[in-house]
């Protein structure tokens, strides 16, 4: 739970984040509290509303509600940049 906010397509119907910047706020917010997960695998599981990711701050709300809160996304999609340039067709 980063409280990151992200860019939303609605054509798409689709939110976008920059892995690095995911990273760098795990890295951040687990170096004090839980340095052994930093660096590790992870998924990102869905979104929350925001009065239920503060009631789970306040430690108000136990994980196992805060699963059943999530909206869960149906799937995941990886973007590659590529340079702006001229590149030889792949068909020749």
């Known amino acids: 739970m980063l409280n990151k906010q992200c860019k939303y397509c609605a054509n798409c119907d689709l939110i ?19 340095p052994q997960i930093v660096g590790n695998d992870y998924l990102v599981m869905g979104t929350i509303d925001r009065k ?3 009631a789970n701050n306040q430690d108000s709300v136990p994980p196992s509600e805060i699963i059943k809160r999530m909206f869960i996304f149906q799937d995941e999609w990886n973007f590659e940049v590529i340079p702006a340039g001229w590149y030889l067709s792949e068909s020749t």
């Open 16 to 34: 976008i984040a920059k892995k690095q910047e995911i990273e760098s706020l795990m890295a951040f917010g687990f170096s004090s509290t839980n």
């Open 52 to 54: 239920d990711w503060q």
